[in-house]
Nanobody
Framework: QVVESGGGLVQPSGSLRLSCSVS????????MAWYRQAPGQEREAVAT????????????SVRGRFTISRDNGKNNGKNMVYLQMDSLKPDDSGVYYC?????????WGQGTQVTVSS
C-alpha cells in the first residue's frame, strides 16, 4: 500500500516536497520511483532511487530540479520515499504517484495533485 501526500498549488519557481508512505515487506530490496501523470498523458517515471547505495536517476525534464530520497524504516519504522521539487514549472503539473520500479509491484495509490500556476 502506498499513500502519497504533499501536493498543492504553487507558483512557478516555487518548491514542494512530496512524501510517500509505503507498506510492503522487504522495502529496502526494491527500487522506488515517483511517477507523474499529466492530463491526457500517460504516467511516466520522473525520478528513481535504487536499492541500498541510493543511486538515483531522473528524467531529462526534471533533472537538476528534483531530488528523490528514501528512508528504509530506520526512523520510527516507516518506509518513506520523498521528492523535493524546486524551480517548479507549469509543465510539472499533474498527479504524482510512487511505486516500485522499474516493475510496478504495488497497487496504485490515490496520488497527490501538483498544480504549478500563477
Amino acid at each position: 500500500q502506498v499513500v502519497e501526500s504533499g501536493g498543492g498549488l504553487v507558483q512557478p519557481s516555487g518548491s514542494l516536497r512530496l512524501s510517500c508512505s509505503v507498506s510492503m515487506d522487504n522495502f529496502s530490496w526494491y527500487s522506488m520511483a515517483w511517477y507523474r501523470q499529466a492530463p491526457g498523458q500517460e504516467r511516466e517515471a520522473v525520478a528513481t532511487i535504487y536499492t541500498y547505495g541510493g543511486r538515483t536517476n531522473y528524467s531529462d525534464s526534471v533533472r537538476g530540479r528534483f531530488t528523490i530520497s528514501r528512508d528504509n524504516g530506520k526512523n520510527n519504522g516507516k518506509n518513506m520515499v520523498y521528492l523535493q521539487m524546486d524551480s517548479l514549472k507549469p509543465d510539472d503539473s499533474g498527479v504524482y504517484y510512487c511505486n516500485t520500479a522499474p516493475r510496478v509491484r504495488l497497487n496504485w495509490g490515490q496520488g497527490t495533485q501538483v498544480t504549478v500556476s500563477s
